[in-house]
């Protein structure tokens, strides 16, 4: 059975899907709010030396995909686009969505760009975020 702060913690990645997918957010003064903004599904765990991302994005290539890491946010940023050779009135049901997609994580450490490592396989994009060695506390002599 889980912890009911995960429980809790998973009701309210939920509930700001819901929100985000409903009310998008411009994402400066030259962009508009665009329906077609979709947000992957991503999941986020640690390991012993690693933070690790997984991010659901099936029908892309790693060239539709931007990831830019800057002090200890990691933004995703693309564009899934529609299968122009189906017609709109060919349809019986559409689910998936096409669009831009911007999604920004907050790490937990100060970590380090130069080390992330990304890999695209199956549709889903893995990033492995090195977490920093520990420093330790300098004592400091009072004189």
Not at 31 to 60: F, K, M, R
Not at 64 to 91: F, H, W
């Amino acid at each position: 059975m889980a912890a009911p702060r995960t429980n809790l913690s998973f009701l309210q990645d939920q509930i700001n899907r819901m929100f985000f997918e409903a009310f998008p957010e411009p994402r400066g003064d030259d962009e508009e709010v665009n329906l077609d903004t979709w947000y992957p599904s991503v999941d986020i765990h640690e390991t012993d030396g690693c933070i690790v991302v997984q991010a659901e994005l099936p029908g892309l290539k790693k060239e539709d995909i931007e990831i830019e890491v800057k002090k200890n946010i990691l933004t995703l940023e693309g564009v899934r686009t529609e299968d122009a050779e189906i017609k709109e009135e060919n349809y019986y049901q559409q689910e998936r969505r096409s669009g831009k997609f911007h999604r920004s994580f907050t790490l937990p450490a100060a970590i380090h760009p130069e080390k992330v490592a990304a890999t695209y396989k199956a549709g889903v994009l893995e990033i492995k975020i090195p977490k920093p060695k520990e420093q330790n506390p300098k004592l400091v002599d009072i004189r």
